[in-house]
């Protein structure tokens, strides 16, 4: 009789690292469904329950990160404090979780070819042929368990973009199959699925999951989990139907109906017991009983505002407004922490012009110039800076915002008709705005820009001082282009005054002019770090700014 034997080097199983548990969590059907939230409301659940959780997004595009995709495209591009750009989602696992994610926690298809191609490079595959299969897919479980490696996180909760049976998602799925076929007792999958109603019949139709559920079947993963989007109740005869043609047991036929606020889900999984059902099928119990107490508190005074203030949004991809989702999000956070409701106006930065700005502006508490790039609605964001500064109406502009703050007033009040930043007009007289030193020389434009968290100095008695309560801070940075130091001390007489500056380098990072209620210009993005536990204390100055004007 022949033993087998293999290699040293070679083992059939091994566990992963930490005793991690790994959550996958995908979706079939249709796009939007809303993985991200779903994603982010469990982890909120098993944090509460005393579990350290953390969420990652795979996407499957071929770009290495979302750096230099447009807005239209992709919509916002969020940053971390270590400098990556990402997927807006990770945004929804901050302000979910109030923890802070990084490079790790977004993977793309570009990043996880372009190191199997650099490995090959460097003969790492010792001549072997590179092949999706073990290459590829080796790469992707690597990163999957790259979070777990590290010995901080209980759970990791994976969020694989697109839908199952998109051609660019197969190699993400075979890579979760071969986790569940080596580590069954640590991996469980969440397959998110739409329920629709048909209004012709009058009923919901369970077809379209059970078609979602077999191409998922048919890669060999069954999961374990199904989250059912859907408009109506799903009864216990839908639901037993669904359990019954999709293999999974009653009690994990989820129900996620549409709610009223995204700060609802967490809520509504948690009375469909969805933590409790992932924590049994991982072999965990509950380290404490949930404590939602402050999350509940939140919407609370969310629903139930006791006044409301007006503000302006003035960008160039209105359309979308998910190209600005962290702003948004932040004067959900701000509003509540004034016990208000914060009703936003979007204005397209195109369509001001010095004819029709009173009107486009009038009526409104506060303004907000919105980041961006390139020369498109430019003028429209200067002429808001104009009407927000000469009419003493609460502003805040960020990044290229900042900017057009700094540009207005060298414009209309040092009398520098032809000031403007190099950006747009690189022989300008007066280049107010200039690019960074260190950028001159850069010729690719992906993940090149200053980016990541950057100190900086507040000055006291600012209104930047009094809403941070501190001098110290640190934010998040995502730009080339910078106020110019020549032509600080003119500003400064003139009485706008840098009122935050990083403490190496100099580098103005805010902006304030003197003899206005509340005018601010921060060149790094305060959005991305607003969470609910921890509202920006920059929106919720701002905001309480807009409700001193109104009254």
């Known amino acids: 009789m022949n033993i087998l034997t293999l ?22 059907v249709t796009s939007s469904l809303g ?87 460097r003969g790492e595959f010792l001549g072997k042929t590179v092949q ?68 012709a019949a009058g009923e919901l139709k369970t077809k379209p999951t059970q078609h979602s559920v077999k191409q998922l079947l048919e890669l060999g993963v069954q999961p374990d989990i199904l989250c059912c989007r859907t408009e109506h109740e799903l009864d216990l005869t839908l639901r037993r139907k669904i359990a019954k043609f999709c293999n999974v047991n009653m009690n994990a036929v989820i129900e996620s109906r549409d709610a009223e ?16 059902v992932v924590l049994e099928k991982l072999n965990l119990t509950s380290k404490s009983i949930p404590d939602l107490d402050n999350w509940k508190s939140f919407l609370t005074r969310l629903k139930n505002p006791e006044s409301e203030v007006n503000i302006a949004l003035v960008g160039k991809y209105v359309e979308l407004k998910d190209s600005y989702k962290s702003i948004s999000e932040s004067f959900i956070h701000a509003g509540v922490a004034n016990n208000c409701k914060v009703n936003v106006k979007w204005i397209h930065s195109e369509k001001i012009t010095p004819n029709n700005v009173d009107t486009e502006l009038a009526g409104l508490d506060g303004i907000l110039v919105a980041p961006g790039f390139g020369s498109r609605g430019i003028s429209g964001k200067i002429e808001t800076v104009k009407f927000a ?27 520098k008709a032809e000031a403007h930043t190099t950006e747009i007009s ?64 003119e500003f400064e007489a003139n009485g706008m005054k840098a009122t935050g500056k990083n403490p190496e380098t100099g580098l103005v990072e805010v902006v304030e002019i003197e003899n206005h209620p509340w005018f601010v210009g921060a060149q790094f993005h305060p959005e991305y770090k607003s969470t609910v536990a921890n509202p920006h204390p920059l929106f919720v100055g701002f905001i309480a700014a807009a409700l001193e004007n109104k009254a």
Request: contains cysteine.
């Open 426 to 489: 690189e022989n300008c007289k007066y280049p107010v705005i200039d690019m960074m030193s260190e950028q001159k020389n850069i010729s690719n434009l992906g993940g090149t820009m200053r980016l990541g968290a950057y100190k900086c100095q507040l000055s006291p008695g600012s209104n930047v001082f009094k809403a941070y309560n501190s001098d110290k801070i640190s934010e998040r940075h995502r730009h080339r282009y910078e106020f110019n130091n020549d032509f600080l001390e």
């Open 35 to 121: 993985k991200g939230i779903i994603s982010a409301s469990l982890a909120k659940l098993l944090q509460a329950r005393g579990y350290s959780t953390t969420i990652q997004k795979l996407d499957p595009y071929i770009n290495i990160d979302p750096g230099t995709l447009n807005p239209y495209e992709h919509g916002e591009c969020f940053v971390t404090d270590d400098g990556a750009e990402t997927d807006l989602d990770l945004g929804h696992y901050e302000r979910f979780l109030n923890v802070p994610t990084s490079q790790a926690n977004n993977v793309t298809t570009g990043r996880i070819y372009q190191s199997v191609i650099n490995k090959e490079r």
């Open 261 to 276: 606020s995204i700060y609802d889900v967490p809520l509504l999984m948690q009375a469909e017991e969805l933590d409790k």
């Open 7 to 28: 290699p040293p080097e070679v083992t059939l199983y091994s566990s992963m690292s930490n005793s991690t548990k790994y959550v996958f969590v995908t979706g079939g």
């Open 389 to 415: 500064r000469e009419n003493n109406i609460p502003f805040l502009g960020i990044c290229l915002g900042m900017q057009c703050a700094v540009i207005e007033f060298a414009r209309n009040v040092l009398g």
């Open 132 to 199: 999706v299969i073990p290459h590829i897919t080796d790469e992707i479980k690597e990163r999957i368990q790259l979070l777990g490696k590290e010995g901080t996180y209980d759970i990791v909760i994976t969020e694989i973009g697109g839908t199952v049976g998109d051609i660019e998602s197969l190699p993400y799925v075979e890579a979760v199959r071969q986790l569940k076929w080596e580590f069954e007792e640590d991996c469980l999958v969440i397959h998110l699925t739409l329920v629709p109603y048909l209004a």
